[in-house]
């Protein structure tokens, strides 16, 4: 429609409505501008405007979302609401880590400290395995004895070796995860010691650009 055949349009249109009447605009699903008053029921959900005396926009009805729409939309704000979580953990941790320590000295003197905690619960796990398996090679010996003079080995016995191999098998589990804890503490400190030294040069950073504002406001 031609621009000011438009504004003549609605010049008259909107000359012969009441004072207080709001007037549309809408377009149809052939792509034809139309306006009045109402807008029909069919395109409500399509986006519409509505205009003053003059013509001129004064509020804006967005289409409404289709399923797909609507599910896109809720995707995009479950993620922006993960990636803001993500950030408000990291910044939790990021000020546990510069209350904790001072320097990064101090970090390592604390993973020091965890690994030899775990090295003295290995070293006690390692001598219980070592004397569970002596009581086991014994009862087993036994029992080999007892088979080859033809012998009966007593229930007693048999079920004696069964507690053995079962207690054996926990304490190795034991001394099992005291080694995945000793490479769990390696790695967290790995990655406390290189955010850590991050923090730093970011607060020697900003600090020197707050020094240089300073000097460059006082013209030195």
């Given at each position: 429609?031609?621009?000011k055949?438009?504004l003549?349009f609605?010049?008259?249109y ?12 809408w377009?149809?699903?052939e792509g034809?501008?139309?306006f009045g008053?109402t807008i029909?029921?069919?395109?409500l959900n399509k986006?519409?405007k509505?205009?003053n005396s003059?013509?001129s926009?004064?509020k804006?009805?967005p289409a ?7 599910k896109?939309?809720?995707?995009l704000e479950?993620?922006?609401k993960r990636?803001?979580?993500?950030i ?5 941790q990021?000020?546990?880590l ?7 000295r101090d ?6 400290a965890?690994?030899?905690a775990v090295?003295?619960?290995l ?8 004397d569970a ?11 080999t004895r ?6 009966e ?8 070796m069964?507690?053995e ?9 034991v001394?099992?995860n ?8 390696n790695?967290?400190f790995?990655v406390?010691?290189?955010r850590?030294?991050?923090l730093?040069?970011d ?9 240089a504002?300073?000097r460059?406001?006082?013209?030195l």
């Amino acid at each position: 429609m031609n621009y000011k055949l438009t504004l003549l349009f609605i010049f008259v249109y909107t000359c012969s409505l009441p004072v207080h009447a709001k007037m549309y605009k809408w377009v149809d699903d052939e792509g034809v501008v139309h306006f009045g008053d109402t807008i029909p029921a069919k395109y409500l959900n399509k986006e519409r405007k509505e205009l003053n005396s003059q013509g001129s926009t004064v509020k804006v009805f967005p289409a409404a979302e289709t399923v797909e729409q609507r599910k896109e939309r809720l995707k995009l704000e479950q993620e922006e609401k993960r990636k803001k979580k993500i950030i408000q953990e990291q910044a939790k941790q990021d000020k546990v880590l510069l209350d904790t320590y001072t320097t990064e000295r101090d970090l390592i003197a604390a993973r020091t400290a965890r690994l030899v905690a775990v090295d003295s619960q290995l070293k006690l796990s390692e001598s219980i395995i070592d004397d569970a398996k002596r009581k086991l090679d014994l009862t087993e010996k036994q029992i080999t004895r007892l088979r080859a003079d033809g012998k009966e080995v007593p229930q007693n016995i048999l079920d004696k070796m069964q507690r053995e191999e079962k207690q054996l098998e926990i304490y190795q589990n034991v001394a099992a995860n005291h080694q995945k804890r000793k490479q769990e503490i390696n790695k967290q400190f790995t990655v406390y010691i290189e955010r850590f030294r991050e923090l730093k040069a970011d607060q020697k950073r900003i600090k020197e650009e707050r020094e240089a504002r300073r000097r460059e406001a006082l013209g030195l």
